[in-house]
């Protein structure tokens, strides 16, 4: 049994909540097809939440985790603040990036891709990431736990009361549809033409200006929970303030939920306490089992995926990209891609349409952790 007490000790159960993570986001991504999805399976489309909406607000509550826990070990070996800022501004450059290189690949390379400067989309899940990494990462460097609450009630107050308060021009005040929010406004003016063609309503992106405000108060209750995990208390006490802090996020959420809807589109202010509290709680449960309990075989897998996070996330980007993009004619004359080839050759006739559509799914999975397990056994990590 392992007592996970030494504050410098890698936890294995965060890698393991992160490479879950992971796989589920591989996993709702990539269907065989959108019309055939089960719903806990997709997002939900405005107000609400689905098994999908934990995601993302998991990965930047991970972020705050590990935040905490490798700047006090760097600390502790005579690494000063501005070193670390430093650091931390050279790796939002680089995640940033990333995200932009994956909006825009494959850069017109293929006849099915169409490629524009003037209509690439700026924001993106790695852009965000980027982004509330920098913006808690100065936050955490400047102030304790104390400040860091601090600053999670305030933006999460002032987003609420800037979505409740502040009108938008023919919509007013208080809208939260999706057209005539604040969030909507803003990107539909400052990112025109740069915003996510999916989105619920033209103009707007679910990861835009806005929201990642809220956003950034989720990193930083992930860093209260690496607070958590680098005090005094032994490993079973620490499982136990976890699971009882996320417990206590989850009915704080689920009573914000009745003045200002849990909504992942708008990132609402208890949307991110909500899936803060479900990220703690699933992490308090990973903790106990693997580094308190010492039961690690089950989660190898999801350590394998967790310790190549961001390569299995731009590899899976790249190939379902791929998958989409590559066609060709077929002997009825009309196109067909590889994705649609694989999934009716392979998938569709072996079980129902949502089946098989989770089928395509899996192996999409599967197909990926193959390679994140043979950069594995090769000891090839990834880092930025």
């Not at 590990?66 to 050279?90: I, P």
């Not at 409740?164 to 919509?171: E, I």
């Not at 549809?177 to 909507?184: C, Q, R, S, V, Y």
């Amino acid at each position: 049994m392992s007592s996970a007490t030494n504050p410098g000790q890698r936890l294995v159960s965060l890698d393991a909540f992160r490479g879950a993570t992971i796989a589920a986001m591989l996993l709702v991504n990539n269907p065989g097809s959108w019309s055939d999805a089960y719903p806990p399976l997709l997002h939900a489309p405005w107000h609400g939440w689905t098994f999908t909406d934990l995601i993302f607000p998991g990965f930047l509550w991970i972020v705050g985790v590990a935040m905490t826990l490798s700047f006090a070990r760097r600390m502790e070996t005579g690494a000063d603040r501005g070193e670390l800022f430093r650091h931390v501004l050279v790796r939002s450059a680089l995640i940033f990036g990333i995200g932009l290189f994956l909006a825009a690949f494959p850069f017109g390379l293929l006849p099915a891709h169409h490629f524009s400067l003037a209509h690439l989309r700026l924001p993106g899940v790695l852009q965000r990431i980027a982004l509330c990494y920098l913006a808690a990462a100065a936050i955490f460097l400047r102030t304790g736990w104390r400040g860091q609450l601090a600053w999670i009630a305030g933006l999460l107050a002032g987003y609420w009361a800037l979505l409740q308060l502040v009108p938008v021009p023919g919509y007013g005040a208080g809208v939260l549809e999706p057209t005539g929010n604040l969030a909507w406004w803003i990107d539909s003016h400052l990112l025109a033409g740069h915003t996510w063609s999916g989105a619920p309503a033209p103009g707007f992106d679910p990861e835009g200006l806005l929201s990642t405000v809220p956003a950034i108060a989720t990193t930083l209750l992930g860093a209260l929970a690496g607070h958590a995990l680098r005090g005094p208390a032994s490993a079973a006490a620490k499982s136990g303030r976890l699971l009882a802090g996320g417990a206590g996020l989850l009915l704080l959420g689920g009573l914000l939920d009745r003045g200002l809807p849990i909504n992942k589109n708008l990132w609402t202010s208890s949307y991110a306490i909500f899936m803060a509290g479900w990220a703690t709680v699933i992490f308090a449960a990973f903790y106990w089992l693997l580094d308190v309990r010492g039961w690690r075989r089950w989660a190898t897998p999801f350590v394998i995926y967790g310790m190549n996070a961001l390569a299995m996330f731009v590899l899976a980007g790249l190939s379902g990209r791929l998958l989409g993009l590559i066609q060709w004619t077929g002997m009825d004359g009309k196109s067909i891609t590889l994705k649609a080839w694989l999934y009716g050759t392979l998938f569709a006739p072996l079980a129902s349409p949502v089946n098989a559509s989770l089928l395509y799914a899996l192996a999409f999975v599967a197909a990926h952790f193959a390679v994140a397990w043979a950069m594995w056994r090769k000891k090839w990590f990834v880092k930025l």
